[in-house]
Structures are given as C-alpha cells and as structure tokens.
C-alpha cells in the first residue's frame, strides 16, 4: 500500500495513482457536499455562525387590546370563511412564547399609553403617562437609546402616529392628548434632536393647522404651526397620499428621514380599506423594514422598528367583531411578512410580539335567550358583513335620500350587514338614532348578538395577553425563552429588549431631563376629567 501522501508525493500519471487521486478527490467533495448540506440543514439561525458581527435587528410588534379571545375569534373567522381545517390556525399562533400581565402604576387595567411606557421605558407608569414615569419624569426608551448607539429607528402604525403607542416611544409627555407637543418631539424638537427615521401612519392632523390646508383637511394644531413644511425644509421626505407611498417602492425608494402621514385621523379599518387609497399594514411594515434594511446594510448597526397592530383596539372599543377579525388577519399577513424577511436575513434578527392590553371584555359566547344557553358561536355572521359598524353609522348619517327606510332595510342591514331576520323595530330605532356612536352600538350590537360573541365593556380589561417571538439565531431563541417564556410582566417585555441591546435607559433618562413634558393647562383639573376618554377620534365624527 502506498505510504505517502498524495500531498508529499508528486503525482505520477500512473493509473493506480490516478485512480487514488480520484477517490481521493471523490471523497473530497463527498465530504465538502455533506458539511454543506448539513449546514444547510441547520436552521437559518446557523448559517452564518462563523460571522463575528454583533450587528442586530429587533421588530417589536404591538396589537393595541387584542386579547386571548381575539385570536380564537380570528382563527373560527378565517377558518370558516376560507374553509380551512381546524388544524389551520394564525401564524402568530406559531409562536407564542408565553403572556403578559398588563396592569399599570395607577390601575389594574392599563390604558394604552402607560401599557407602550412599560415596553418603551422598561417601567410601569400611570395611565395616561407617555414615555415619563410616575413622577412625571422623562424616561428613556428604546427607540432614543438605540438611536444613540447608531441603530436606525422606525414606527408604523395604522392610527395616529401621536397617538399612545408610539409616543410613548417617541416622545414625553405627561398626557397622551398632548399630540401637538408629542409631534413636536417626534421630529426632534427637544434636548436628544431627531431619534425617528422613519414614520409611517396616520395622525396628519396634529402636524398642521385647520386654516393651513395644503396637505390635508382637517389639521388641528393649537399653534398654527405647519410641522409638515418644517420637517420637509429640514430635510425629510415627506409622503401623504396612496401615489406618493408607491413611489416608495416598498422600501427601495426611501430617502431618510421618512414621514408618511397617510390620513389625518386613523387610516381606516382593514375591512373598509380602500387598498387605491391606503395601503395596508403588510405594505407598511415591508417598506418600513426594507427601508431601514437598506439605510443599514453598511452599517454596524442594525434597526429598532415598532409595527402597531392599532385597530384592534378601536374594533374593541367599539365591540365591533366583523371589524376586529379583519383587523386581527391584516396583522398576522403583515407579522407573516416580516417572518419571512427575518427567517432569510443575514442580520441576527428578533422578532416579538405582544399586546398592551385586552379591549372590550371580548369573549367567543353570549347568552342571547332566558333558555339554558347554547353552545355555539356563529363566524358565518361576521363573514357576511362587508363593512364595520364605523363605517355604516356613517353611511346613515349622510345619507340624503328620499327613501330612508328602504336604505336601511335594503342596503344596510341585507346588502351590506347579510342580516335578512331584523325587525321593524330595529329600523325604527336605526331612524331614530342620530350620534354615531349610538348607531354603532346598534348595528355591532346586531352582528354580535346573532353571531353569539359577547362584550362586557367598551373600555379595557385585566386579562393576560398573548407573548408570541421569534428569532433567527438558536442561542437568541434560548435567550428570548429564558426571559419571556411563562407569564410575564409587561415590564420585562420592555427589559428584555434593553437588554438584548446592550442599551442603557437611565443613561438616556439623565440626558433628558429638560424636556418640555407638562400641558399648557391647570394640572389639577385634570383629575376630574375622564383622561381615560382619549381615543377622541374613536368614531372620528369629524369625518362625517
Ligand atoms: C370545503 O372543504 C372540504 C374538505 O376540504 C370539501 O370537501 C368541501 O367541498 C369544501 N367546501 C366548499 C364550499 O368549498
Ligand atoms: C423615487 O423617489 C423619488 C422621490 O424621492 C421620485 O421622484 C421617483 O419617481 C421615485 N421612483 C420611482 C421609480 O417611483
Ligand atoms: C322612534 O321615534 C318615534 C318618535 O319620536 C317614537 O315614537 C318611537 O317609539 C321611536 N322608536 C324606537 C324604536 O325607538
Ligand atoms: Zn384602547
């Protein structure tokens, strides 16, 4: 047998010696093509093992009061409208991780504000409070402290972009209907300057005055300032309608900073969208992470990107269920998008997902008889209306015609609701009415009831939320397990990402204690206001 290596040993053109050659190199490349598919075979997570760079994503996803319930509701809703085993459920469904409790500093049920300060500042606050804690301090978030060690930074949301969400994020205030001053400090005008890159949603309304109608109609601003020219000479792009967001790209035309105000109010709700006019979650979340995948790829740094799931919460509110499993399936489309960006990025990429609080004390039953009551609920009823409750209190109050009677019967409740078994009583009633939350109570009344779902509020409730996560590296996956998984502050939600990050909260808090944060009102009175009553555009009557 032959000794010496091949390495050592020239090669002869003997045959035995090419033979060896042969298997030598056969053997080579049998074992080359094994390792390779055994890496293939390994989880994305990996693939790239051998790579020092620290360099991280985290997209942090907020259904706003999408509880438990919500997701039963949703996965009934899909299945049966598509008809889908029961074996199919949501995608978020996949990866729940574990739940969260929710209450705040000031009240077992949390508003949302104080809900986003517990993800933002890693601290529980009172209800109301927009990124301070109980004392009415500034405290640093994630967004700024990520921003400050050069990650790019991004909201979307299908509400208004001041609203308490992403304020809470964004800004600091004491009072979430401060959105004058919360838009203020999203573009920069406070000590840290500009934290946000990039800002897709609604809520234009705050970023101009009424007599100032060059980008919308309805502004609101008390200053009479127009936030939108001052952005724009300060050099961001700027994006207010469907035509200019396509110019977009999705992600791939974006020159930052970003700020796309779709709507002045809420962008409507998934079920009424007009998809000419508005697009939808997925679109904004893909061309919010394209975007900022893009404005990093040569960067060390990767991005810190909130999507909001906003209107779940407003469905909720309004216990409107046609429009929450609407809102619900347009959410996980866009979750499943994002999943699938992470899932192939070269970025150690993490995704969570969670909700500040339940709305409406939803449950997947109602008693609708003085009999023992039935166990069943019917998603055949939400799959035949076309529209939201919202939407067809509106219709109603502009309507001008002459028959107004055939209009309800005829269009509202047979065309557009699928309710065929109302009575004369309900038409009367639905004549009679004329607030639109009045009439929105009666139509999602309607559909609830036959549906069997109930509501016991229109507020918020103490119920646990759903904690969902994902992550394309194993030792992060772990790492997300050993911090989320089982029931879970809210807090620790916020804790894990500052963590995860390496940020340093209170170093921020320090460097933003002059901040301007306090209304321009009398504070005591305040406490005699229903400051709980802020979803003020919940049935937006200024769009009537
Ligand atoms: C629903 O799916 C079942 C099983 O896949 C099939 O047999 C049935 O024809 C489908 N019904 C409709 C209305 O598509
Ligand atoms: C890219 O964006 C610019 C404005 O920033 C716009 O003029 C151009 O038309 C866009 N390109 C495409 C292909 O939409
Ligand atoms: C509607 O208003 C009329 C006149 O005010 C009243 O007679 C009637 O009882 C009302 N109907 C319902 C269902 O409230
Ligand atoms: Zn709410």
């Not at 005008?189 to 800002?199: A, E, H, I, S, W």
């Not at 209009?407 to 639905?430: A, N, R």
């Amino acid at each position: 047998m032959e000794k010496q290596s091949l390495v050592t040993k020239p090669l002869k053109t003997s045959r035995r010696t090419s033979r060896k050659v042969a298997h030598f190199l056969l053997a080579f490349v049998l074992l080359t093509c094994v390792l390779l598919s055994f890496d293939t075979f390994q989880e994305s997570w990996n693939q790239s093992w051998w790579r020092k760079s620290s360099k991280k994503n985290v997209i942090f996803f907020v259904t706003d009061g999408m509880g438990p319930a919500s997701l039963s509701l949703t996965r009934s809703f899909r299945q049966f409208s598509q008809n889908l085993s029961r074996d199919d459920i949501l995608v978020l469904d996949q990866h729940l991780i574990g739940s969260s409790r929710t209450m705040s500093s000031s009240s077992l049920i949390t508003d949302s504000a104080a809900g986003a300060t517990a993800f933002s500042c890693a601290l529980k606050s009172y209800n109301g409070a927009i990124g301070v804690d109980p004392e009415k301090q500034p405290c640093g978030t994630l967004l700024e402290a990520a921003k400050l060690r050069g990650y790019h930074t991004g909201l979307v949301v299908t509400t208004r972009i001041t609203d308490a969400t992403p304020a809470a994020f964004s800004s600091h205030v004491d009072y979430r209907f401060q959105e004058d001053l919360i838009a203020q400090h999203q573009l920069g005008d406070y000590p840290l300057g500009r934290m946000v890159d990039l800002m897709i949603g609604g809520g234009r309304t705050h970023f101009y005055a009424s007599e100032d109608a060059v980008y919308g109609t309805r502004g609101s601003r008390a200053d009479g300032r127009n936030l939108i020219k001052e952005a724009i000479d300060d050099g961001w792009s700027y994006v207010g309608n469907r035509q200019e967001f396509d110019a977009l790209e999705n992600g791939y035309n974006v020159s930052l900073p970003l700020l796309a105000l779709m709507a002045d109010y809420d962008i409507p709700f998934d079920v009424d969208r007009d998809e000419t006019e508005y697009p939808s979650l997925e679109e904004q979340a893909m061309t919010a992470v394209n975007a900022l995948t893009q404005a990093t790829k040569d960067s060390d740094q990767g991005f810190f990107l909130l999507i909001e799931g906003s209107r779940i919460d407003h469905a909720g509110h309004q216990n409107d269920p046609a429009a929450q499993v609407r809102e619900v399936l347009a959410f996980d489309k866009a979750f499943e998008a994002v999943l699938k960006y992470a899932s192939e990025s070269e970025v150690e990429t993490v995704l969570i997902s969670t909700s500040d609080h339940e709305t409406g004390g939803l449950v997947t039953a109602k008693q609708v008889s003085k009999a023992y009551p039935e166990y069943v609920w019917y998603p055949q009823v939400l799959s035949a209306t076309h529209h939201s409750g919202e939407y067809l209190s509106k219709l109603l109050l502009r309507f001008s015609g002459e028959d107004k009677v055939d209009f309800v019967e005829k269009t509202i409740f047979e065309k557009l609701m699928g309710i065929f078994d109302y009575t004369k009583e309900d038409t009367d009633e639905l004549l009679n009415l004329t607030s639109i939350g009045e009439l929105n109570d009666k139509l999602n009344g309607m559909i609830s009831t036959r549906a069997q779902i109930g509501w016991t509020t229109h507020g918020h409730s103490a119920v646990d939320v759903n904690i969902y996560a994902y992550a394309n590296r194993q030792k992060t996956w772990y790492r997300l397990l050993d911090n989320l998984q089982g029931n879970r502050e809210n807090t620790d939600v916020g804790q894990f990402m500052a963590d995860y990050l390496e940020l340093d909260l209170q170093k921020v808090t320090q460097m933003i204690k002059k901040t301007k944060h306090s209304p321009n009102i009398n504070t005591a009175s305040l406490y005699h206001v229903d400051i709980d009553d802020y979803h003020n555009g919940m049935y937006d009557e200024q769009a009537l």
